[in-house]
T-cell receptor, first 112, second 116 residues
Framework: QKEVEQDPGPLSVPEGAIVSLNCTYS??????FMWYRQYSRKGPELLMY????GNKEDGRFTAQVDKSSKYISLFIRDSQPSDSATYLC????????????FGAGTRLAVHP | EPEVTQTPSHQVTQMGQEVILRCVPI?????FYWYRQILGQKVEFLVS????????KSEIFDDQFSVERPDGSNFTLKIRSTKLEDSAMYFC??????????????FGDGTRLSIL
């Protein structure tokens, strides 16, 4: 079983749609959960960062963590063409020097 | 907003040559990282660096790789004798010491390394 599984897509949605992006993980030692957005030829840009089960909202973005099911989600409301990018889930252990373990990324295209 | 800066944006090098990739982390950050992303693959951890020494490295980070913080602002990754399979995007990241030990990392836009 892979440590992190993320559907690579591509996912194509019309402008204004609600987008749901998901990752599953197998390592119960992961304590911190992140979503990064990566535009073509750019570095990962931090979108959401959380460490507990439940929901965290920031504008049009909601991150959801279910530690019991080892499942995290990112929801994008009222999606815009500018949201077209690759979305990476990332995980971190507690303590130590905190390397990130990334998913493969999901390519999202929002068309007008 | 402060950002991580990487130079050059694209480096083309002959196989077997040495290459140095440069990064200027965010100024109050004290933990530094290098990651690699081969085309079409996931972002992979290479090495973390704190207090002027390597704190963790992956199996990818073999004897051909080294990191250095030569002054108060730069953080470099050196590949001594490049191989074709070193072709990838290399990302530098940093995070602060303050605010708890588990602050998220902020990434630069990467250096695309092409080995011929």
């Amino acid at each position: 079983q892979k440590e992190v599984e993320q559907d690579p897509g591509p996912l194509s949605v019309p402008e204004g749609a609600i987008v749901s992006l998901n990752c599953t993980y197998s390592n119960s030692a992961f304590q911190y959960f992140m979503w990064y957005r990566q535009y073509s030829r750019k570095g990962p840009e931090l979108l959401m960062y959380t460490y507990s089960s439940g929901n965290k909202e920031d504008g049009r973005f909601t991150a959801q963590v279910d530690k019991s099911s080892k499942y995290i989600s990112l929801f994008i409301r009222d999606s815009q063409p500018s949201d077209s990018a690759t979305y990476l889930c990332a995980f971190m252990f507690s303590g130590g020097y905190n390397k990130l373990i990334f998913g493969a990324g999901t390519r999202l295209a929002v068309h007008p | 907003e402060p950002e991580v800066t990487q130079t050059p944006s694209h480096q083309v090098t002959q196989m077997g040559q040495e290459v140095i990739l440069r990064c200027v982390p965010i100024s109050n950050h004290l933990y530094f990282y290098w990651y690699r992303q081969i085309l079409g693959q996931k972002v992979e951890f290479l090495v973390s660096f704190y207090n002027n020494e390597i704190s963790e490295k992956s199996e990818i980070f073999d004897d051909q790789f080294s990191v250095e913080r030569p002054d108060g602002s730069n953080f470099t990754l050196k590949i001594r004798s490049t191989k074709l399979e070193d072709s990838a995007m290399y990302f530098c990241a940093s995070r602060p010491l303050t605010g708890g030990s588990n602050q998220p990392q902020h990434f630069g836009d990467g250096t695309r390394l092409s080995i011929l």
